[in-house]
């Protein structure tokens, strides 16, 4: 993820506003009152390895402002949005759905959207095991389906409302609905048969498919969804 580029001018300016000494009351930014920044767990990894991935751009804010910061992983995307609205985070990585969540109630401001691959969108999906005989949405009619956390764009309400509009009703078409909580878990379950067919992000996809987690030859794309923001980076307002 190459938020740096961005962050160095956008998430600089917007930090000093933070630091404020309006806000001094709270979190400044000081080694003693340290900005509080709560993350989205990272599909598949741990806590430790979102840290690190994280780690270097808020190390290279704090050499352009002096600001220190204090990084938490929340447990789910909902964690990260009370979170912010609770008051017990200044700084958000959110998923694009959460992010809204939180706007929507008065608790998050756009920083910066995160560039991967030199693009701000990444791409939700269908997939399905090829020997389950789907070649549409309608196919997904009485078959298996895996959804990942009720709050995530990419592995839930992007794939609901990609079936929705193609009409079919999960809730009440599939012969059942395997909420498995992460990308991971829904490509996990894909690749060992416990479903037919399941939602989660292109890059999931392609993290599995590296990682040999899942074996290609025996998964197809059934649709691939219009363009999606990538997760955005927010401040408390």
């Known amino acids: 993820m190459k938020l740096k580029k961005l962050l160095s001018a956008m998430v600089v ?18 080694a003693e009152k340290p900005l509080r920044v709560v993350l989205i767990p990272a599909d598949g990894g741990t806590e430790e390895g979102t840290k690190k991935d994280f780690q270097p751009i808020f190390d290279a804010i704090s050499g352009h402002t002096g600001l220190k910061f204090d990084i938490k992983v929340g447990q789910s995307y909902n964690s990260v949005v009370e979170a912010m609205c609770t008051g017990a985070a200044d700084i958000a990585w ?25 693009e701000s969108v990444y791409y939700s999906g ?19 389906i895996a959804l990942g956390d009720v709050n995530s764009t990419s592995s ?10 193609n009409g079919v009703n999960p809730a009440q078409d599939s012969s059942a ?18 479903v037919d067919a399941g939602g ?17 030859s025996k998964i197809k794309v059934v649709v691939k969804s219009d363009p999606i923001p990538q997760p955005p980076l927010a401040m408390h307002p």
Do not use: W
């Open 13 to 30: 300016a917007s930090l000093v506003h933070i630091a404020t000494p309006a806000f001094a009351a709270q979190n400044d930014g000081s």
């Open 94 to 118: 959110f998923g694009p759905a959460s992010y809204l969540q939180a706007r929507n109630r008065g608790c998050a401001e756009l920083m910066a959207l995160a560039v991967k691959h030199g």
């Open 126 to 144: 269908i997939f399905a095991r090829k020997d389950a005989k789907i070649n549409s949405i309608a196919d997904l009619k009485g078959k298996r």
């Open 156 to 165: 839930f309400n992007v794939p609901v409302a990609i079936m929705l509009a």
């Open 177 to 194: 609905i395997n909420m498995a909580g992460s990308h991971a878990n829904v490509l996990k379950a894909l690749s060992e048969g416990l």
């Open 200 to 216: 989660a992000s292109f890059d999931s996809y392609e993290k599995a498919v590296n990682q040999k987690a899942i074996d290609p």
